[in-house]
């Protein structure tokens, strides 16, 4: 009965009307949660489950996500049109339980490493439906052991962006059906505190294209729930250590195609990941990464509150 519960508010949720906040709007263009990169958008929201199947040459692994986002200081109204619910400055705080079941030895559970992203918005144009943020991971291994990615203290930059093209080509003949094409992405390099080994270089981008700005911004072709309410997209992801244990410094690179379902209330997103480089291949033999993400402010109005004003 409680599951049925909690489909039956989904679906309410995912149909009803409401009042728009800003959850990653910047200027007309509403941004998606990336189910790989990082968001550069400061907002509200708790990814509530983030579920990853992974096959590889050495067995399989599952992992179950989370993070929460909380806005410290909210942005003017102006970088999203108008619409309020927008962050200037937020921080991030995200884990995830691990569960491997390798073809050789025992099987192996606990939670990965603590992450933290304080985050700022530092370059908003509302006008050209860009933003520019940079941020300082900190990775803290507190979880167990037997699963972390690692066990050191890591501290570094990323730099993040989004740029939609909805301002940048004219409302008319072929080249209108361009305009809700959108990029976001991260890169950044997080080294060991204290040590030579681990440090990390990682990279990611995403095109994606809202249907949603489609039907508001450009034309409405009569697309019916939940069609119009639809990303496509693709990640291109890179990770690799530039300096860390023997055998583990080749680069990985893939390539994540998802389709998200993005309202005021919730994000769906599912995506697979497809190795692109021989590297990668042995990691990659099957995934499966799941996003359900909760725009809080919306359904609890009461977290729109900032500790530091605007």
């Known amino acids: 009965m409680k599951k049925l519960a909690i489909l039956i508010l989904l679906i309410k949720i995912s149909v009803s009307g409401s009042t728009a906040w800003a959850h990653g709007t910047v200027g007309d263009y509403t941004f998606l949660e990336p189910i790989v990169a990082e968001d550069a958008n400061p907002k509200n929201e708790f990814d509530i489950l983030r579920p990853q199947w992974t096959r590889t040459a050495e067995g399989r692994e599952f992992s179950l996500g989370f993070g929460l986002e909380k806005v410290l200081i909210s942005a003017p109204d102006s970088y999203s049109n108008g619409v309020p619910g927008g962050g200037l400055v937020s921080l991030t705080i995200g884990s995830e339980w691990i569960e491997q079941s390798p073809k050789e030895g025992r099987r192996r559970t606990g939670f990965n490493d603590l992450e933290l992203l304080p985050k700022w918005a530092f370059l908003t144009i509302p006008e050209r439906e860009f933003r520019l943020s940079i941020g300082a991971k900190f990775v803290i291994p507190i979880g167990s052991p037997s699963v972390e990615d690692q066990q050191h203290t890591q501290l570094g930059p990323e730099l993040l962006w989004v740029k939609g093209f909805g301002q940048d080509l004219p ?72 300096s860390g244990p023997t055998g583990q410094t080749r680069p990985a690179i893939w390539a994540t195609p998802g389709l998200a379902f993005l309202n005021y209330y919730i994000e769906l997103s599912v995506a697979t990941q497809l190795a692109l480089n021989k590297t990668t291949v042995p990691d990659t033999h099957a995934r499966v990464i799941v996003l359900l993400d909760l725009f809080i402010d919306d359904i609890f109005p009461w977290t729109m509150w900032t500790p530091f004003g605007k």
């Open 171 to 242: 409302n008319k003949g072929f080249l209108k059906y361009l305009r809700p094409f959108a990029f976001q992405g991260d890169v950044g390099y997080t080294p060991a505190l204290g040590g030579r080994t681990w440090h990390e270089l990682f990279a990611d981008n995403v095109i994606e294209y809202s249907l949603p700005y489609l039907s508001n911004n450009v034309r409405d072709i009569g697309l019916p729930w939940p069609l119009r309410n639809m990303y496509p997209y693709v990640e291109f992801n890179y990770d690799q250590l530039i």
